[in-house]
């Protein structure tokens, strides 16, 4: 999978968008470590929650032409720059500025892609709609993933496969126990040490 082009981007954006870093671009290898499932399953609906800069999303979409690719994000000014990123990178791609997934329509995404507020912190830390929502995780730094987990039966397809970053601080065994709960099998796709974290990406699917 090829890297997007965001030299676009001016340098001070990122004072208000997460700006790509080891996480985003493990979560891009460990899609092309699963490209040819997927392309096995040939999906039509794509959707980044959390898409920040867009280069996610818009790595998804270049790999996959075909598949109509969406994202989300609480942060208005994310929404912007992924929708940027998007069109520089010739991608089609529909960005809304909404918190999570709850507005779409029941089980139509073939792919969920999130890579989370994953640090620990205070619960009154959660919640904001600037760069804050990018990294404020409250509680074992999931108190925003969890929210998400409730959601992903009802949005993905019945085929569908939900990709998930998570650091051990998150405590990935509990995640992988409430989606066994919901039905998902479950696996490791790549983990990686990144100075003092270590970052994984896991697969849900039914």
Known sequence: METPYQNHIDKEDFDHVYEPAEDSFLLIDALEKDLQYLKARNPTFCLEVGSGSGVVITAFGMAFPGTFC???????KACVMS???ANHN??????????????FT??????ILFNPPYVVTE??????????????GGVKGREVTDKLLDMIPKKLTHNGTFYLLLIEE???DEVAAIMSALGFKFETIIKRKVRNEQQLVMKFYR
């Not at 969406?70 to 208005?76: E, L, V």
């Not at 029941?106 to 792919?111: E, L, M, P, Q």
């Not at 619960?123 to 404020?136: P, Q, R, Y």
Request: aromatic content about 6%; glycine content about 4%.
């Open 70 to 76: 969406m994202s989300t994000d609480i942060n208005y």
């Open 83 to 85: 929708q940027s990123t």
């Open 90 to 103: 010739k991608v089609s791609l529909d960005a809304v500025n909404m918190n999570l997934i709850d507005s």
């Open 106 to 111: 029941d089980n139509i995404f073939d792919v």
């Open 123 to 136: 619960s009154e830390e959660c919640g904001g709609k600037d760069i804050t929502a990018s990294w404020a």
């Open 170 to 172: 998150n405590i990935p």
